[in-house]
């Protein structure tokens, strides 16, 4: 016996708002999962807190390049909160000055690094073959030439100029950036989603710059945080040889190369910008370790 089912007996076909579940991109769910992490956070405010400490103390401090050959170096006070170096100069003036210059050599220089290296990884390793064999032939011969001969000759080939500094630096410091990129980047592209944008017809560049880049940004950001201090060094190292920052501006590396010069005799010259340095460098490694948990897709959990 057959028995027919009217249309009102059929379950509803219609789902209510409440019922969808909704979507969300791969940077809002990166935030939610920054937010657990308490380390990162307080690296990200440190950070932050150190940059606008930076780039608006000095407008209410003592001038970072007065002089007081009477005074010399004295200890902390009231007239000088961390002091003064042999010159007589105030310390947390030229502390705070000299975090805009070392800050900005770090982003600018390593920006440049990201986005070169970024580039020339992903394009080796998307396209493989001989093109991959051949870009990375020469990033083996540039890791061969000694980098800081090479900035030395971009720097006295191009002036010594503040600005140049930056993209010089940035332009030998790329060179891991691209290997750790292009190793991702031949992982990620075995992968089914790629292989289903290929299916559709999407164009190579649009695959590599919306859904290999974006997947592999864990081990970038996280060697990134890395980089942003070995940049700092590196002035330091440059600015000590006479061809980065130039007296009477100073930085963080050029100072601590001072204090460790006169450490025995005036130990509050190493402490103050060698304590303020490793700040720096622990929040940038709490947070770039945050942000490798958090943009890595598989490591979320529902």
């Not at 769910?29 to 608006?56: M, P």
Request: a neutral charge.
């Amino acid at each position: 016996m057959r028995t027919s089912l009217s249309p009102e007996s059929l379950p509803s076909a219609e789902i209510t708002p409440e019922q969808l579940e909704q979507g969300t991109s791969l940077w809002s769910d990166a935030w939610h999962r920054l937010r657990k992490n308490r380390l990162a956070i307080a690296g990200g405010v440190i950070l932050v807190a150190l940059a606008l400490l930076c780039a608006f103390g000095p407008l209410f401090s003592q001038s970072y390049s007065d002089q007081n050959l009477d005074l010399g170096a004295t200890p902390p006070s009231a007239a000088h909160w961390l002091g003064t170096d042999t010159l007589g100069r105030d310390l947390f003036a030229r502390l705070l000055y000299g975090g805009r210059i070392s800050l900005m050599v770090g982003l600018v220089a390593t920006f440049v690094a990201l986005v070169i290296g970024v580039t020339y990884g992903a394009v080796a390793g998307f396209f493989g073959g001989k093109t991959d064999a051949v870009m990375m032939r020469l990033v083996d011969i540039l890791y061969a030439l000694p980098f800081t001969v090479f900035v030395i000759l971009l720097m006295v080939f191009f002036g010594r100029n503040i600005y140049l500094l930056f993209l010089a630096i940035g332009a030998v410091e790329w060179l891991t950036m691209a290997r750790i990129v292009r190793g991702q980047i031949l992982s990620i592209k075995k992968m089914e989603y790629i292989e289903a944008a290929r299916s559709l017809g999407l164009g190579k560049r649009r695959i590599i710059f919306r859904h290999m880049i974006p997947n592999a940004l864990g081990p970038v950001i996280v060697y990134t945080t890395l980089t942003i201090p070995a940049v700092m060094l590196l002035e330091a190292f440059l600015s000590f040889l006479g061809l980065g920052v130039q007296p009477p501006m100073s930085s963080w590396g050029v100072l601590i190369k001072d204090g460790a010069e006169k450490m025995e005799e005036f130990p509050w010259l190493l402490i103050f910008p060698g304590g303020l340095f490793s700040l720096t460098l622990f929040s940038l490694n709490f947070l770039g370790d945050g942000l490798r948990d958090a943009l890595d897709v598989r490591s979320a959990k529902d």
